[in-house]
């Protein structure tokens, strides 16, 4: 552990030419060496408080030698002590970027050596195509990072270095002054009636037939229909509860799946038509059928509303490649999973639901925020409100 050189624990304070104050002390190691360390502020009263906190951790046994510590060091004792508080799914993300992206590439580095030309360099180097040893020995080649997984890495950055500055570890934030790469925003692929025809003909007995049928029409993330429990949906009143999803959660040992948290937190109320409601009774009596065909192999110990035959949890890699194989029979397989929920919203808006009606379905934080994503199609019909007023107007004039 480390120890006061000087008996009475104070130090030594100077005032600096440059007219700022220094606080030194000293440490020894486990090998009896000696470190000498310093503190700087403004003013002596400053300094004198910094000062202090260093030689009462010495003397609990709680320091940590700062101007030593690695980037790698600080990503420990940030999640361990400031991450507290957010959603265990946020957390999983912030670790997973940790773990994969900033401890292997920057984590050997000294926190207070860090610059932001390192920082850029890292972002720039994280979209090349990389050569990487696999498990089994052999080299791959593994695509680089999108501009929006870029943005992703670069918010876990900045949050963790603005820690480190709050903490006083670091002067300044050295992500603050990186040039992130311009996001393209991704070409909206929604279905058009003829497509739509096509897709549900496509998908008729189909074994995921029922589970595309209602996310299409509900427009539900895909987290949240695998994730969907027989508890939260309401026949009487047709109306579903959406207040989790499942998501494959890298803090688990073998990344398993788990419940978490809703992407904004809040609970929300679908009152989809009722076609929808009768393809959930079909769910659940072919549930039914498989639990009697199985017997004890069959177990839904989760109560979900979409499983395979023996009960088991779907997973998203499964759902959304099953899609696109079905996708591809008719010509489609341009479009995403992500895109079926699109198609809903375009749907609601084209059949006069309101933007807001429209926003609480997606479960957006804003209507705002669904305007700008929906802008499009306000836009058109606005346009062809218009017309339909010009053609009154025409009709009714004289």
């Not at 940590?64 to 799914?89: H, P, V």
């Not at 008719?330 to 479009?335: K, P, Q, T, V």
Request: aromatic share 8%; net charge positive; glycine share 6%.
């Amino acid at each position: 552990m480390s120890k006061i050189k000087n008996a009475n624990g104070q130090g030594h304070i100077r005032k600096r030419n440059d007219r700022q104050w220094e606080g030194q002390y000293s440490t020894f190691d486990a090998n009896g060496k000696r470190h000498r360390h310093s503190v700087y502020g403004s003013t002596q009263k400053e300094v004198q408080q910094k000062l202090n906190s260093k030689l009462n951790d010495i003397i609990n046994g709680t320091y940590i030698k700062t101007d030593k510590m690695t980037l790698a060091e600080w990503c420990d004792i940030w999640e361990k002590d400031y991450l507290g508080d957010i959603k265990a799914s946020t957390y999983d993300q912030y670790d997973y970027q940790i773990r994969i992206h900033i401890k292997p590439t920057l984590g050997h580095y000294k926190l207070q050596k860090i610059t932001p030309p390192m920082v850029q360099r890292f972002y720039n180097e994280s979209m090349k195509e990389r050569k990487v040893l696999g498990k089994n020995g052999k080299t791959r080649t593994t695509k680089g990072l999108s501009p929006k997984s870029v943005k992703n890495l670069h918010g876990v950055m900045h949050k963790l270095f603005n820690q480190a500055v709050a903490c006083r570890l670091i002067p300044n934030n050295p992500c603050t002054a990186c040039k992130l790469p311009r996001i393209e925003k991704q070409e909206m692929k929604t279905l058009n009636d003829e497509q739509m025809t096509l897709f549900l003909e496509a998908i008729k007995d189909d074994e995921y037939e029922n589970l595309y049928f209602v996310d299409v029409f509900t427009g539900m993330r895909q987290g949240e229909i695998i994730g969907l429990t027989w508890d939260c949906v309401d026949f009487d009143k047709k109306i579903i509860r959406v207040e989790k999803q499942l998501r494959k959660s890298h803090a688990l040992a073998g990344a398993e799946y788990a419940f978490t948290s809703l992407k904004n937190g809040k609970a929300r109320l679908i009152r989809p038509s009722s076609d929808v409601f009768d393809v959930l009774k079909k769910e659940r009596a072919k549930q039914a059928k498989n639990k009697l065909k199985y017997g004890s192999s069959y177990e839904n110990k989760d109560n979900l509303v979409f499983t395979n035959k023996i009960g088991e949890h779907l997973t998203a890699v499964t759902v959304y490649n099953h899609l696109k194989m079905i996708l591809k029979t008719i010509n489609l397989d341009d479009r995403r999973f992500h895109d079926l929920r699109h198609t809903y919203a375009t749907i609601a808006l084209q059949n006069g639901d309101n933007i807001k009606t429209v926003s609480k379905n997606l479960g957006h934080a804003t209507v705002a925020f669904t305007l700008d994503v929906y802008g499009h199609v306000s836009e058109e019909m606005e346009k062809a409100s218009a017309d339909s007023m010009h053609k009154y107007i025409e009709k009714v004039s004289v």
